[in-house]
């Protein structure tokens, strides 16, 4: 007899679990446009990561910087390292940007 009336209340709760686990989680089909839609912010950022424009200038990453030259991350790397191209770091930070104006005056 007490397993009778356990059955019910434990569909009801099944019942009452699954009305609101979309409502807590969201449908699959919503977490993938979710993700989808994180994954495209997040690729965005990465390429506004990339190339920054601050004061009328344009920033460029060391990979970017040696797409421009036709040349290695290496050959940037030492080139900074010996002083023929100028870099800019922050204070604090590890991030090295380049001006793309130093780099179009090296390519004349």
Same mark, same amino acid.
């Given at each position: 007899?007490?397993?009778? =009336?356990?059955?019910?209340?434990?569909?009801?709760?099944?019942? &009452?679990?699954?009305?609101?686990?979309? &409502?807590?989680? @969201?449908?699959?089909?919503?977490?993938? &446009?979710?993700?989808?839609?994180?994954?495209?912010?997040?690729? !965005? %950022?990465?390429? *506004?990561?990339?190339?920054?424009?601050? =004061?009328?200038?344009?920033?460029?990453?060391?990979?970017?910087?040696?797409?421009?030259?036709?040349?290695?991350?290496?050959?940037?790397?030492?080139?900074? $390292?010996? @002083? %023929?191209? $100028?870099?800019?770091?922050? &204070? @604090?930070?590890?991030?090295?940007?380049? !001006?793309?104006?130093?780099?179009?005056? *090296?390519?004349?």
């Amino acid at each position: 007899m007490n397993d009778e =009336k356990h059955i019910p209340i434990r569909s009801k709760l099944s019942d &009452a679990l699954a009305d609101h686990h979309d &409502a807590l989680f @969201g449908s699959p089909r919503k977490l993938k &446009a979710i993700k989808e839609d994180v994954q495209e912010l997040s690729d !965005k %950022t990465g390429q *506004l990561d990339k190339s920054i424009k601050f =004061k009328n200038q344009e920033w460029l990453s060391r990979e970017d910087a040696a797409n421009l030259l036709g040349i290695s991350v290496d050959s940037i790397d030492r080139r900074r $390292k010996d @002083g %023929t191209l $100028k870099s800019y770091q922050l &204070a @604090g930070s590890s991030v090295i940007r380049f !001006k793309r104006s130093d780099l179009e005056a *090296l390519m004349i």
